[in-house]
Nanobody, 124 residues
Framework: QVTLVESGGGLVQAGGSLRLSCTPSGWTFSMSPMAWFRQAPGKEREFVSGISWDSGTILYADSVKGRFTLSRDNARNTVTLQMSSLTPEDTAVYYC?????????????????WGQGTQVTVSS
C-alpha cells in the first residue's frame, strides 16, 4: 500500500516562509518523480512543482518560480518544498503526488498516488 504523508503546513503572514515535506511509504521513492499540487477554495487543483528521481529535472509553475524551491533526499525518503515570499494567493491545500512514469508530469491525471493534503494559509 502506497502512502504519502505531508507535513509542514500552517498559517503564516504575507512575506513569510513555510517548508512542506512529503514522506512516501510502500513505494520505490528513489526511482520515482515527485510533485506538489495545490487547490485553493473554489479553484481546480494545479501543478506547483515537480522533481525527477535524480533531481536532474525540477519544474515550477510560473506563479511560484523564484519563490519556491523543491528538493529531495532519496536516502531519507523525503521531498521538501521550501516556500518563501508567500502571498495570500498561495493559500491552498497542498498535495504531494507520485506516479509510475519515468518523467515529471505537469498533468494531475498522470499522478496515481496522492497524499491527504496539508493546509497553507497566508494572511495579508
Amino acid at each position: 500500500q502506497v502512502t504519502l504523508v505531508e507535513s509542514g503546513g500552517g498559517l503564516v503572514q504575507a512575506g513569510g516562509s513555510l517548508r512542506l515535506s512529503c514522506t512516501p511509504s510502500g513505494w520505490t521513492f528513489s526511482m520515482s518523480p515527485m510533485a506538489w499540487f495545490r487547490q485553493a477554495p473554489g479553484k481546480e487543483r494545479e501543478f506547483v512543482s515537480g522533481i525527477s528521481w535524480d533531481s536532474g529535472t525540477i519544474l515550477y509553475a510560473d506563479s511560484v518560480k523564484g519563490r519556491f524551491t523543491l528538493s529531495r533526499d532519496n536516502a531519507r525518503n523525503t521531498v521538501t518544498l521550501q516556500m518563501s515570499s508567500l502571498t495570500p494567493e498561495d493559500t491552498a491545500v497542498y498535495y504531494c503526488a507520485t506516479h509510475e512514469l519515468a518523467y515529471v508530469s505537469l498533468q494531475e491525471a498522470d499522478y496515481k498516488y496522492w497524499g491527504q493534503g496539508t493546509q497553507v494559509t497566508v494572511s495579508s
